[in-house]
């Protein structure tokens, strides 16, 4: 199966990811704008079973919330990927480091109520807060029709 490659700005952290995501999404949140200095964050859920850290050490930075942890880059200080307490077997990664473009398309648009009011995202389906976990299931099956190639 083709492997995908993540890198770090420094490139000393390298990621490799076997298999293809379950869901993206773009996240608007007051962290997810801090962490980036961007309007949002791009994410792909991915498999933990097919995601490997292939080079360089991770490190735990963000806000430190229990049972989320978000891994960076200790030298670059890059946002890699984050394991959400809840969403076990998975790992969440930041989708524009890897070199599949297609998977920076956002699915779901979570946190709209701290969107920047000029932001237009082309999500399917938009949350004010995040998606309830019952509602993953069905989701990632919409997602599985209907991502681009
Ligand atoms: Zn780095
Ligand atoms: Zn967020």
């Avoid at 292939?54 to 984050?82: I, M, N, Q």
Wanted: net charge negative; charged share 20%.
């Amino acid at each position: 199966m083709a492997e995908a490659i993540g890198n770090c700005r420094c490139g000393k952290v390298v990621m490799a990811v076997t298999g293809e995501p379950v869901m993206t999404s773009a996240c608007h949140c007051d962290g997810c704008k801090a962490m980036t200095a961007s309007a949002f964050s791009l994410s792909a859920l991915v498999p933990e079973a097919g995601f490997a850290v292939r080079s360089g050490e991770v490190v735990l930075g963000g806000a430190r919330t229990p049972g989320l942890d978000h891994y960076f880059c200790p030298d670059c200080k890059s946002w890699l990927f984050t394991r959400i307490d809840g969403l076990d077997g998975l790992v969440n990664l930041r989708s524009p480091l890897f070199d599949r473009p297609d998977w920076s398309w956002p699915f779901i648009e979570t946190m709209t109520a701290e969107k920047f009011h000029w932001v237009e995202v082309p999500a399917v389906h938009a949350y004010e807060g995040f998606p309830p976990m019952a509602a993953f299931e069905t989701l990632m099956d919409e997602f599985s029709d209907r991502r681009p190639g």
